[in-house]
């Protein structure tokens, strides 16, 4: 009887290791498989990029920006008819937040790192542009050849493709895909920006890499470098930076982007100009 009331006892302890050990287990199961959306959550508040944990804004699409125009042509045209001594409106007001519907690829879709792709932010930023006019999305395979095809015409029209400058840049977009008009436009303000993004005009900025301080960049970021910016929120800027698989959605305060705005200048970067690339899309 005794030897009964002593197995009768360590059963519930046995079974509470079990589940105890069961319980660590499955912990450590999800803790390694979801160690790269931790890392990432982390990344993003360590850089601040979350901005405090505020939600995205909701992207908008070309065609609901093209609707949203004709609505106000519509509207402006009915006032001008009442009445005819209407002066020239002041730009509309722009909002406290705005996202784009910009569609997202790294420079290196398949995470390889080596040339050409350790050297195509500016192909891939370009890229992202043109996909949005073309209401077009990116896989894997699509993004890796569009780049590779980027660089083989621009080894063939420029000589190279590597550190292209703002301008470089317009003059190949311009032939690749017969776009009439790509501004480089020096010395932009913060409204400046936003205002070619609100009308629905994605901005390309070339920048001195380590001067953006994106805790995923190797080696403290490249000397060189180029992103898209698709929208903000009150205080940051909202990018498609091509130069990490976290890069879309990513933000960078408005100074930040601002202080490491500057063009290629033969390699000494940081005294490059300050300019931006803008594609406008062709009236279809």
Not at 137 to 164: M, P, R
Request: hydrophobic share 35%; aromatic share 10%; with cysteine.
């Amino acid at each position: 009887m005794r030897m009964d009331r002593h197995i009768t006892k360590s059963k519930p302890r046995t079974s509470w290791i079990t589940l105890a050990v069961l319980c660590l287990a499955t912990a450590g199961v999800l803790l390694f498989l979801g160690r790269d959306a931790l890392s990432e959550v982390y990344d993003q508040w360590k850089s601040g990029t979350r901005n405090g944990g505020q939600p995205l804004p909701i992207a908008v699409s070309l065609t609901d920006l093209k609707n949203n125009a004709n609505k106000n042509s519509q509207t402006s045209t009915t006032e001008a008819i009442e009445d005819k001594n209407t002066q020239t409106q002041e730009p509309e007001t722009l909002p406290t937040e705005f996202l784009l519907q910009v569609p997202f690829t790294t420079q290196a879709p398949y995470a390889n790192w080596d040339m050409p792709y350790q050297e195509a932010c500016e192909e891939a930023s370009a890229l992202t542009v043109h996909y949005f006019y073309e209401g077009k999305t990116f896989t894997q395979s699509v993004a890796d050849k569009e780049i590779l095809d980027l660089v083989d015409f621009e080894n063939s029209y420029l000589g190279f493709y590597k550190d292209t400058t703002a301008e470089e840049l317009s003059r190949v977009i311009k032939a690749y895909w017969k776009y009439d008009r790509v501004d480089v436009i020096d010395n932009p303000s913060i409204d400046d920006i936003k205002r070619h993004v609100f009308e629905g005009r994605p901005v390309i900025v070339p920048a001195a890499g380590k001067l953006l301080g994106n805790p995923n960049f190797r080696n403290g970021g490249p000397l060189y470098h180029n992103f898209v910016i698709r929208g903000w929120t009150k205080t940051q800027f909202i990018t498609n930076d091509v130069g990490t698989r976290k890069g879309e959605n990513y933000r960078y305060d408005y100074q930040t982007v601002m202080d490491a705005m500057h063009d290629w200048n033969g390699g000494n970067v940081t005294s490059g100009a300050k300019r931006i690339v803008v594609i406008y899309p062709n009236e279809s």
